[in-house]
């Protein structure tokens, strides 16, 4: 992937060799939020119980140590990945006549304190808090993507990134909030899955959208980059990464879709590069 030429973005925030400012949910609260993760639901609501109101922004520390030059370098790569997604859903969000807000990406190792969903550790993989609208990465799933899950190459980090904002353009346009709601009032578990699924197979979408356009703009795609990112699709669904963190994955709790589904939606956005063929919610066949 050609990623090298453009700007950085202005909207990274750095905490690698920081320690969380505030620890106070400890081990309960990263229980509240994988569970309220795999279960599809807001986990705002049980965090306030367990911590008496959302944690104030982790105040500036100083990094306990210095970054490695591999560290510095994978800082620029997603920063400069942050960069094109900006100008991708900028142009995109002004042909909707809208305005994107452009949402901030997290660096940070081990645990983070989030203001809008608690404390997270790196266990749960990359997310995207719509309560502060930041996407948060340990940049060590690029190991675990590169020898766990078989899909190295750098498409492969940049679909995960795409796929996080693309979570955020689903924030934007109001669609995690109403999937939200109607999760909210779903008859059972294996409903509210479905909507989960629908939900992120839209943000694989978003993710194929992006890489169409940005090819377009810039040219990146080197021979080879769509098939990283097409096993990043596949190898990292919350089923993958449930597994990862427990030992085993519950099939009913599946809230990623299948390998299968994830390519094809990912790549229906890579060839069309039409946010409007991306209603997830308006068809049978996923
Ligand atoms: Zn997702």
Redesign the pocket.
């Known amino acids: 992937m050609r990623w090298q030429g453009g700007r950085e973005s202005g909207n990274i925030e750095d905490r690698r060799g920081v320690s969380p400012a505030a620890m106070g949910g400890g081990i309960g609260t990263i229980v509240v939020i994988l569970l309220a993760f795999f279960l599809g639901i807001d986990p705002r609501p049980l965090l306030r119980v367990f911590q008496g109101g959302a944690p104030g922004a982790a105040a500036p520390q100083q990094r306990e140590r210095e970054l490695t030059p591999e560290e510095k370098r994978e800082g620029e790569f997603v920063s400069k990945l942050m960069a094109m997604t900006e100008d991708v859903w900028n142009e995109q969000f002004a042909r909707m006549g809208r305005r994107y807000e452009e949402p901030t990406l997290v660096l940070f190792s081990g645990r983070v304190a989030t203001q809008g969903c608690g404390l997270a550790s790196s266990a749960v993989g990359p997310f995207y808090c719509p309560g502060d609208r930041k996407v948060y990465i340990d940049l060590s799933f690029y190991d675990e993507l590169k020898t766990r899950f078989k899909a190295p190459g750098e498409f492969a980090q940049a679909y995960v990134i795409a ?2 904002v693309g ?1 955020h353009v689903q924030n934007l346009l109001g669609i995690s909030e109403k999937v939200q709601r109607a999760q909210q009032a779903a008859g059972s578990q294996a409903e509210s899955n479905d909507l989960s699924v629908r939900l ?1 197979l839209q ?1 694989d979408f978003l993710a194929g959208v992006w890489a169409h356009h940005i090819e377009k703009q810039r040219h990146v795609l080197e021979t080879g980059d769509i098939e990283s990112g097409l096993r990043a699709a596949t190898a990292i669904g919350d089923d993958a990464l449930q597994k990862q963190a427990q030992g085993y994955a519950v099939p009913d709790s599946f809230t ?1 879709g299948t390998s299968e589904q994830r390519v094809r939606w990912f790549t229906k956005g890579l060839q069309t590069g039409d946010v409007d063929q991306g209603d997830t919610f308006a068809t049978d066949d996923l």
């Open positions: 796929h996080e979570h992120e943000a990623h």
